[in-house]
């Protein structure tokens, strides 16, 4: 059975993301309308005019339902067989980059948060 808090929570989120989509087209930005939703959460989170509480029970369901949303992209993959292997050296250069930028990065951002926490205390 699915709680009011979640049914809320669920409406929220589809709130921002409509909110994204709606600055997207409006604007005619190349950026997605769920990136700039995802953008507008985090900006409400941070400056905390939404709490955490108010979107963690969809977060949740969401989270534990994450392996559902990795058969279309995997389906997709299935269908271009043929491209990958004519293309398989730009791609693992691509991924091999991406995976690098995404580990530099977060290890800075571990160092910085780390040397902020060692001056607060």
């Known amino acids: 059975m699915i709680r009011k808090e979640t049914v809320y929570s669920f ?22 309308g769920n990136v700039i939703g995802m953008i507008l959460l985090a900006v409400c989170l941070l400056t905390r005019l939404v709490d ?5 029970p969809a977060a949740d369901m969401l989270l534990s339902e994450i392996g559902l949303f990795f058969v279309p992209p995997g389906v997709a993959v299935m269908l271009y067989f043929d491209v ?27 160092r910085l948060l780390e040397k902020k926490e060692a001056k607060e205390d």
Request: aromatic fraction near 4%; charge should be positive.
């Open 11 to 32: 409406a929220m989120l589809l709130v921002v993301l409509g909110a994204g989509n709606a600055i997207s087209l409006g604007l005619h930005l190349r950026v997605p």
């Open 52 to 56: 955490v509480k108010r979107v963690e």
């Open 84 to 110: 990958i292997a004519r293309q398989w050296l730009p791609l693992v250069v691509g991924i091999a980059g991406s995976l690098l930028a995404v580990l530099w990065v977060t290890a800075l951002a571990a």
